[in-house]
């Protein structure tokens, strides 16, 4: 099962309504995979473009996506691993050392994307718990010691919200002031949108 789908799985046992598309290169093997949700409190039918979060875990998918990025989105990346200077002046960078969390819990490189999901969440103001018995369901067929690494994994980033916090980069005005879009008006902002009529559009990484 794909981080998209466990992502969307914990949102649709929340009640929510969710629409899930996978995007896959034409390449046999390997190429640039994504895997889009769309969110509502109301009935949807089709995904829709731009996001407003892009989770971006290499350099090519910010090359790729970046523009997909609604003004005043968000982008969560690892700025140390994908080596990557976002150049958009118009949306949040969150900045969240997802290599360096899954190494210090000592689990599996692979646990960057459970990292990232859980960092979507805590960004959106979701309800951990929810995301938990998804991957409760993805990983128990393999056994309790996957489901632990898989909840810790997510988990990571959500134990230590100041470092998300503080690695937001805000955006400075031509007059000096902080730009509007910081991170809590953004993660107020966005937990809105779940919980109103609209939506939140969110494009994943497509591994597990």
């Known amino acids: 099962m794909t981080v998209g789908e466990i992502f969307s799985k914990a ?4 009640g929510y309504h969710v629409v899930a ?10 190429g640039h995979n994504t895997f889009q949700v769309r969110i ?9 473009q731009p996001v407003d979060i892009l989770v971006a875990l290499n350099a090519e998918t910010i090359e790729l996506d970046l523009n997909d990025l609604i003004p005043g989105g968000v982008l969560l990346y690892d700025m140390k691993s994908s080596n990557v200077a976002p150049t958009r002046e118009d949306i949040t960078l969150c900045d969240v050392p997802l290599t ?13 994307n459970m990292a990232a999901m859980g960092a979507s969440v805590g960004l959106i103001g979701y309800e ?17 010691s996957s489901v632990e690494q898989n909840v810790s994994a997510a988990r990571a980033v ?6 998300v916090s503080r690695t937001v980069q805000r955006r400075t ?9 910081d991170f809590n008006r953004k993660r107020r ?3 809105g949108r779940v919980q109103s009529r609209d939506e939140v559009y969110c494009n994943l990484p497509d591994e597990a």
């Open 189 to 191: 902002y966005l937990h």
């Open 100 to 112: 360096q969390l899954v190494t210090d819990l000592h689990l599996p490189k692979v646990a960057v």
């Open 158 to 163: 959500r134990l230590r919200d100041a470092c």
């Open 11 to 14: 949102f649709v046992k929340g």
């Open 21 to 30: 598309f996978p995007e896959y290169p034409s390449l046999i093997r390997g």
């Open 128 to 144: 951990l718990a929810l995301l938990n018995a998804a991957i409760q369901d993805a990983f128990e067929g393999k056994g309790e």
């Open 173 to 181: 005005s031509a007059h000096g002031r902080p730009a509007q879009n």
């Open 40 to 48: 509502d409190a109301q009935r949807i039918r089709a995904p829709i």
